[in-house]
């Protein structure tokens, strides 16, 4: 092809009757534009984070000690008899509550866009590419805030019941301390989750368990519907291709749309059946690149939820809570009313340019341990 530039003379031809320039420009094709943001609203953090508006950067929420609300010592009521003629009985003391703090933090990023490149661009708007790509990284900081709420120990309650697990050889060494017997979850240091049959479904076991619990610690309110399994695809696709799982869907008159991805096997799930054993899966496919950009090393990219971590929780609006109260799920994020994920663009006359800014404030608290189980690393055997 004969290019202006070259400075060498070709005769003419179909490759050389015009200047080239960006594909898109003009009126000749539509514009070609590859590249992955994602859409604030499509993020799986949605699914199973409960979002609510805050007015102040640091403010407290109620929680009561749901055990108070059951308390019966004397279950043939023998401290509540009431003889004639006496004072009416009083047992017990109110049910007990505090108020625990968040703060919310304030963060923000921008870059600049000169007035020559928004005036002369061939590639359509610059702005809104930029403000994209902001949105699209907040985002993912969120997602990354709420596993780590979801992995450290520190939030999950320590008296009564057990909720979070190092690794899965923790919770088969525990079975005889839970009430099953010493090998219900399979062998101590030898078995993990994806080692269950068709006659012993670990996976089964597990969501289970979780579920008892969950229902034990929430005074029985808490279904199985109400509950939802956060995992990695990485995850999804190694649960998906067990023994225990391909056993039971081999028998099933659906085993055809186990091949295929379809119906409650779709490809959402990498073949999981959903619900499975009566909880619904949430795949999590929010990716991040923790690497600064430096243009000589090749980026790794890896998926926000960890792999082979299995958390099961109470999702968005599962949660009713007390008469006049919101309802809630086990993560709640509290965001400022103003200034969470917002866009914002300031001309700079003097320099021809323009700020592309962003900010956003919120903070993430797992307000409902009780009703959340974690397996961090569900593949490790080791106890």
Not at 12 to 30: L, T
Request: glycine share 8%; charged share 20%; aromatic share 12%.
């Amino acid at each position: 092809m004969a290019f202006p530039t070259l400075g060498q003379f070709s005769t003419f031809g179909y490759q050389n009757v015009y200047i080239p320039g960006y594909m898109g420009d003009g009126e000749s094709q539509k514009r070609f534009i590859v590249g992955y943001t994602l859409n604030e609203e499509d993020f799986a953090l949605n699914k199973y984070c409960t979002v609510v508006g805050a007015d102040k950067p640091i403010a407290y929420y109620q929680k009561y000690n749901s055990q108070d609300f059951v308390r019966v010592p004397q279950a043939a009521g023998n401290d509540l008899r009431w003889a004639d003629g006496t004072d009416r009985p009083r047992a017990q003391e109110r049910p007990r509550f505090t108020f625990l703090n968040y703060e919310l933090r304030r963060y923000g990023d921008h870059d600049f866009i000169g007035d020559m490149a928004i005036e002369f661009s061939d590639i359509g708007p610059l702005i809104p590419v930029m403000q994209e790509t902001f949105a699209t990284q907040f985002m993912v900081r969120r997602s990354m805030a709420a596993q780590t709420a979801l992995t450290t120990s520190g939030n999950y309650p320590t008296d009564g019941t057990t909720h979070y697990y190092a690794d899965y050889g923790d919770l088969a060494n525990a079975a005889a301390s839970l009430g099953y017997s010493a090998g219900y979850f399979g062998t101590a240091g030898t078995d993990n989750i994806y080692g269950g049959t068709l006659d012993d479904p670990f996976i089964k076991k597990v969501l289970g368990h979780a579920s008892r619990l969950i229902l034990l610690r929430s005074n029985g309110r808490i279904k199985q519907e109400d509950l939802v399994m956060v995992i990695s695809p990485w995850t999804a696709q190694r649960l998906a291709t067990t023994r225990e799982i391909r056993s039971f869907n081999a028998q099933s008159p659906q085993a055809a749309d186990y091949t295929q991805a379809k119906g409650i096997f779709s490809w959402n799930t990498f073949g999981l059946p959903n619900p499975l054993y009566g909880i619904k899966v949430v795949v999590d496919a929010t990716t991040k690149n923790t690497a600064k950009q430096d243009h000589v090393n090749a980026d790794v990219q890896s998926f926000v939820v960890a792999n082979d971590q299995i958390s099961i929780m109470a999702r968005p609006g599962g949660v009713a809570g007390l008469a006049g109260s919101s309802p809630y799920s086990s993560l709640v994020l509290f965001q400022h009313k103003k200034w969470a994920m917002k866009p914002e663009t300031f001309p700079d006359v003097e320099n021809h340019r323009v700020k592309v800014a962003f900010s956003d404030m919120y903070t993430i608290e797992m307000v409902a341990p009780e009703l959340t189980f974690t397996i961090a690393d569900a593949a490790t055997a080791t106890v």
